[in-house]
């Protein structure tokens, strides 16, 4: 079997994981954070948990980039630029900035993160760099640019509503809020929609079924999660707005 083949097959897994994601956590959301629970094994702290869970897709991804044919062509380089921008911060940058002392990870759900990431940083990274061919004149293209627009769009949502939730907490406490404000006044979980909007940013971009696997998985992975924590909030604050969606503003 030639690697492209094992490529489309790796390819085809991400999406079947999306589906058995989905159905698994629509009746059971992962343990960890607002989810936290017993009964899941032993955990690591959170900070460390995260580096180690989201570790392969900046090392691992680069790695696997730069053994590719087209490494360093333009477009491959700008579309490399792109993932790590985001892997630098999720893996580097923001585990550090949670105010979560004293709070765990449950092992599994480390060891099931490292294995999803590890698989979708070769599939894509293998695509956009060997697999994929993006010659100079994709940057023209309107897929392109209309996907690198959309990236950094969910990219932004995302940030911002990670600061807004890092916010609630004064350094030393562990309580959880009602977040207010900006697109909180409209959706429990905007963080995940800007996640969201990110990858399928990056699917457009990439023109790629590696691309639109990972969107697809993202969905799959946060959107139910979104649904839980409003599920969570209004369980455990009686004046939550009930008006309030749980992923995408004014629809869902």
């Known amino acids: 079997m030639s690697e492209s083949e094992i490529h489309a097959w790796l390819t ?3 999406i079947a994981l999306a589906v058995v994601t989905f159905v698994l956590l629509v009746f059971v959301p992962a343990p960890y954070g607002r989810h936290t629970r017993a009964g899941w094994g032993p955990g690591l702290p959170n900070a460390l948990a995260w580096v180690i869970m989201e570790l392969p897709a900046t090392v691992l991804f680069a790695f696997v980039y730069l053994r590719g044919d087209n490494s360093l062509g333009f477009v491959p380089l700008l579309l490399f630029s792109m993932w790590q921008v985001h892997y630098v911060n999720r893996t580097f940058v923001f585990p550090f900035r949670l105010r979560t002392h004293g709070k765990r990870m449950a092992l599994v759900v480390i060891v099931l993160g490292f294995a999803f990431n ?8 293998r695509w956009i760099s060997h697999l994929g061919t993006y010659d100079l004149s994709w940057v023209l293209d309107p897929r392109f640019f209309l996907g690198v627009g959309v990236f950094f769009t969910g990219m932004a949502i995302n940030l911002r509503a990670d600061a807004v939730l890092i916010a609630l907490r004064s350094p030393g406490e562990t309580d959880y809020k009602i977040p207010e404000g900006w697109l909180f006044e409209h959706v429990s ?6 996640e969201i909007v990110e990858w399928l940013g990056w699917a457009l971009a990439t023109w790629s079924m590696p691309g639109l696997a990972f969107a697809i998985y993202t969905a799959s992975n946060v959107g139910p999660r979104a649904f839980a924590n409003r599920r969570w909030y209004r369980e455990t604050f009686d004046d939550y707005p009930a008006d309030r969606k749980a992923l995408i503003p004014f629809i869902l």
């Not at 590890?118 to 990274?125: D, E, F, R």
């Not at 979980?189 to 800007?194: E, K, L, M, V």
Request: charged share 0%; aromatic share 18%; proline share 6%.
């Open 12 to 14: 085809g897994l991400v």
């Open 118 to 125: 590890s698989l979708n940083a070769y599939v894509n990274a």
């Open 189 to 194: 979980s905007p963080n995940y929609f800007g």
